[in-house]
């Protein structure tokens, strides 16, 4: 089963990520935590209605008790509300703010978390580029440039979802399923983190350069080029997510959120 579709229309490869199935690992707590990470990230997004609890545990692979659960853990939360009725079901929160919540898994992680986290989306996405250099056909690659085109990236989570498209449209051009797969897993960590980074316009402009720049090398099948540049946006966004940290530790405007534990596991930078 698809995820359902965004109120913008078709799914995007990273939203329908997020209602894939989780095989073995089929605890509530782990689907849980996929959708929880997809509020966070701005996947989906506030007002939008979840699969019904029966569909939601056939995606996830998982019992329909299982799924109630989950359900019941975003509610107390405050990521999700119930409404009744002919047009109800779970829909995301109005309440439940992307940024604050990146803002807080950010804090909660140290320099070294982040460094470690960035240094393995780094490997895997290099894979990726520098095999989608060797056997991309250039005019793949002119497609995802031209969709990045007619985003307005002022509009922050459109640009967010044209991005982590884009990033996946290019693994998926390493020809390389594997690959294709962890780099889906990785980009759903992320993109949280890089929300952060898209709320500061010169830094927005700066990604976008950059991720336009692993367009080109691969468009031109430059391996060589595609990796330096990959290695250029995974510096600067680490760089200035270490940055934002070290703002934001301590601030009193930072009040606990309602209904995360102590202990939650920070997004991956």
Known sequence: MRGPAPRSGKPTRLHSAVFQP?????????????????????????????????????AFGVAPATAREALFALRERGLIVTRRGRNGGSFIADSADPVRFATHALVESSRVTLRDGAQHYQAITIACVELAARRADPS????????????????LAH??????????????LSQSARLTREQMRLQGEFSPLMALLDTDAEARRTSRENLLAV????????????????????????DWLIAYRERNVGQPTLTPIPGMRSGTRPTRA
């Open 215 to 238: 367009l080109a090398a691969v468009g031109a099948g430059d391996p060589s080029g595609a990796t330096d540049a990959l290695r250029a946006k995974v510096r600067f966004a680490i």
């Open 22 to 58: 989780i095989g073995d690992e089929g605890r509530a707590a782990l689907v849980e935590r996929r959708i929880a990470e997809a509020i966070m990230g701005g996947v989906l997004t506030a007002g939008e209605r979840l699969p019904a609890e029966t569909e939601l545990a056939a």
């Open 140 to 155: 793949e690659v002119a497609m995802i440039h031209a969709r990045l085109d007619r985003v307005d990236e002022h509009d």
């Open 159 to 172: 640009w967010r979802r044209a991005s982590d498209d884009a990033v996946i449209e290019i693994a998926a």
